[in-house]
C-alpha cells in the first residue's frame, strides 16, 4: 500500500491533535495516488460553509488520463463526522491554530484517505530543539548499534 508523509508539517508545527478523513476523488485522481505522485507542499485545510476543504495538495496527472483528467491543485473536500467538524472549526477559532495534512494512505478497501493534524506554526527556537533531539536519537542509536 502507498503511504505518503508530510515530513515537514512535524518540522514546522506543533501538532495537538490527529484525525483520520476520507477523500472525495476522481477516478485519475487515486490511479495517481497509488502510484505515489502527490505532494504536499504548502497545503493546508480551511472550512467553507461549515464543510472542510483540503487546498494546493498537488496531485500530479494520471499518465495514461484522457481528456477527463483532473486539474492537480482543485480544492478537494474531506469527508468527516459532523461531531468532528464541530470540534475543528471551534479549535481553529483559536489563534494560532491551524489543519495541515499529515499523511495519505489507501485502506484495504482500496479507499484513500487522508490524516489531518490541528497544531501551532513553531517558532526558531522551537524548530532548532526538534533539530538538536532528532539529532541526539540519532547518536544514541548509532552507539547503540555498534
Not at 18 to 44: H, P, Q
Not at 117 to 133: A, E, F, M, T, Y
Amino acid at each position: 500500500m502507498a503511504e505518503l508523509k508530510n515530513r515537514s508539517a512535524y518540522y514546522e508545527f506543533a501538532i495537538e491533535d490527529k484525525y483520520i478523513a476520507g477523500m472525495v476523488l476522481t477516478g485519475t485522481e487515486i490511479k495517481s495516488i497509488r502510484g505515489g505522485r502527490v505532494s504536499f507542499n504548502d497545503s493546508f485545510c480551511y472550512f467553507s460553509k461549515g464543510e472542510l476543504f483540503v487546498k494546493s495538495l498537488h496531485i500530479a496527472e494520471y499518465s495514461h488520463g484522457t481528456y477527463a483528467n483532473h486539474d492537480p491543485l482543485r480544492e478537494r473536500k474531506l469527508l468527516l463526522q459532523r461531531k468532528e467538524l464541530r470540534k475543528l472549526e471551534k479549535k481553529i477559532q483559536e489563534r494560532g491554530y491551524t489543519i495541515v495534512p499529515l499523511r495519505m494512505f489507501i485502506t484495504d478497501k482500496g479507499l484513500a484517505k487522508m490524516e489531518i493534524g490541528v497544531g501551532k506554526g513553531k517558532k526558531l527556537h522551537d524548530k532548532r530543539d526538534s533539530i538538536k533531539q532528532r539529532e541526539a536519537d540519532r547518536e544514541l542509536r548509532r552507539n547503540f548499534k555498534v
